[in-house]
């Protein structure tokens, strides 16, 4: 982030509950200035009442279009956009519904670029920013059970390797944070989306529909511990594009690449030989 301006303006969606109360927190205690971009507004009225002078509160559902358009007008000058807004889903590919699947990808694929893009014009103008994509683990890699939900994270994490590719030459950096297990509400029954059961998935997406709920509050880690690495990499000279914050998820990360690399040694001498042969 070039030109850095102090306090910085943070743009954050689903500010009220997990990771993005612990970016708002952690944005307000380093002298910073929050817009919180919540469905429900009235859910900020205690964090608005011991910041009254920081923390903005504006209404915004990231599926629909046009109030996305009129928070980032309301928001004014935006140095940090933080995409969070997000929920979980359960189920596997065959049990989860198409309005679900297109759901998912609405809230955390199409969402997060359309503010991406709505805020880069200005970011473009005035050479630095940044946007911090609030993925996954499960946005680098997949399991059975969570396939939807990884699919929507994947595809958010390569539009912005792309996009930091087009946009670090201007001054804006973009960080992909991907967790692992975290004491957010994100666990939480009644928060997550679990598709209609059949009996030939218990053994493999069981697991995750019984597992994932019965996690809630027992993860190991610390949502105000994962806002401090976050502000720890804004602005670093030569930043990493992907911040991997927890023991699982580090070791999860480094299993995939692992199993990518083997699997391509395997293959490699198929793969090596495909063209046409010398005439």
């Given at each position: ?125 005035r050479r630095g920013g940044a946007i911090v994509q609030v ?145």
């Open positions: 982030m070039s030109a850095e301006t102090t306090p910085r303006r943070w743009l954050i969606t689903g500010a009220n509950s997990g990771f993005g109360a612990a970016f708002t927190r952690a944005a307000l205690a380093a002298g910073d200035q929050v817009i919180a971009a919540v469905r429900r507004p009235e859910s900020m009225a205690e964090i608005v009442a011991a910041h009254p002078d920081r923390v903005e509160v504006l209404a915004l559902d990231v599926r629909d279009a046009q109030a996305a358009e009129r928070v980032v007008k309301e928001a004014g000058r935006v140095d940090v956009l933080v995409n969070n807004a997000g929920y979980g889903i359960v189920g596997a590919i065959e049990e989860t519904a198409e309005a679900d699947l297109r759901d998912a990808m609405e809230v955390m694929f199409h969402g997060p670029l359309r503010l991406t893009q709505l805020v880069l014009p200005q970011m473009r103008e993925s996954s683990m499960g946005g680098f890699m997949s399991f059975a059970g969570v396939g939807i939900y990884s699919a929507a994270k994947g595809a958010l994490e390569l539009a912005s390797e792309a996009l930091a590719a087009e946009v670090n030459p201007l001054g804006i950096q973009v960080l992909i944070v991907e967790p692992g297990s975290f004491r957010t509400s994100f666990a939480k029954p009644a928060a997550l989306r679990v598709g209609s059961a059949i009996a030939d998935y218990d053994a493999t997406v069981g697991v995750i529909r019984d597992g994932l709920p019965a996690s809630d509050q027992q993860q190991e880690g610390d949502p105000a511990k994962a806002a401090a690495a976050v502000l720890a990499t804004l602005g670093q000279p030569d930043p990493p594009l992907r911040l991997t914050l927890g023991p699982d998820a580090v070791a999860a990360v480094r299993g995939k690449l692992a199993a990518v690399g083997a699997e391509l040694d395997a293959t490699a001498h198929l793969g090596l030989h495909t063209g046409y042969d010398a005439s």
